[in-house]
Antibody
Framework: QITLKESGPTLVTPTQTLTLTCTFS??????????VSWVRQSPGKALEWLAL???????RYSPSLNNRLTITKDTSKNQVVLTLTNTDPVDTGTYYC??????????????????WGRGTTVTVSS | DIRMTQSPSSLSASVGDRVTITCRAS??????LSWYQQRPGKAPDLLIF???LLHGGVPPRFSGSGSGTEFSLTISSLQPEDFATYYC?????????FGQGTKVEVK
């Protein structure tokens, strides 16, 4: 059974760096095709995709936040860490991590975020 | 960057109705599209991946279709637990962008 759990500060002062940790079990982020992604949701707003890291250390970032985000993994601890620099009150919201594994279909690999953590709420305020 | 646009942004329907939500990609994405359901206060649930493949445990009243730039999610007979917000997501290569969501409300 795959589980993921987000952890980190609940309150951050504007301009500080936010560091969130996703601790997972039930899969290894060293196995071919595995990936972990971060998604956030501001109150009353749509889901916003933030970043992704693959089993081979390849990573992807939201174009609008690219210069503020870093995603890393620690396979020995089964953790994925997201850092967001220079925070602002608009960064307030619920942050989720989620798992995907590529499924081969007719010669292509397809992904979907099949298992999610429950989310952690972060408020950016002075 | 690929942008995903959903329509409508909200709709009102009754139990038993057939409901269709559309998602359009700003450029061709093949079948690299997923659909999610999100209930208030909960994390999203994956419904469909690869545009048309049902994720494990998802009821067969949900179906997905499309390829290239036009996709749709259909609920064949709306059930009380289906009143929620639905999102499409491009899930390949570059940024895995979401659509803006479609809220399905009680008529």
């Amino acid at each position: 059974q795959i589980t993921l759990k987000e952890s980190g500060p609940t309150l951050v002062t504007p301009t500080q760096t936010l560091t969130l940790t996703c601790t997972f079990s039930g899969f290894s982020l060293t196995n071919n095709g595995e990936a972990v992604s971060w998604v956030r949701q501001s109150p009353g707003k749509a889901l916003e995709w933030l970043a992704l890291i693959y089993w081979d250390d390849d990573d992807r970032y939201s174009p609008s936040l690219n210069n503020r985000l870093t995603i890393t993994k620690d396979t020995s601890k089964n953790q994925v860490v997201l850092t967001l620099t220079n925070t602002d009150p608009v960064d307030t919201g619920t942050y989720y991590c989620a798992h995907s594994v590529g499924v081969a279909v007719r010669g292509f690999y397809y992904h979907g975020l099949g298992v999610w953590g429950r989310g952690t709420t972060v408020t950016v305020s002075s | 960057d690929i942008r995903m646009t959903q329509s409508p942004s909200s709709l009102s329907a009754s139990v038993g109705d057939r409901v269709t939500i559309t998602c359009r990609a700003s450029q061709s994405i093949g079948a690299h599209l997923s659909w999610y359901q999100q209930r208030p206060g909960k994390a999203p649930d994956l419904l469909i991946f690869a545009a048309s493949l049902l994720h494990g445990g998802v009821p067969p009243r949900f179906s997905g279709s499309g390829s290239g730039t036009e996709f749709s999610l259909t609920i064949s007979s709306l059930q009380p637990e289906d009143f929620a917000t639905y999102y499409c997501q491009y899930t390949h290569n570059s940024a895995w962008m979401f659509g803006q969501g479609t809220k399905v409300e009680v008529k």
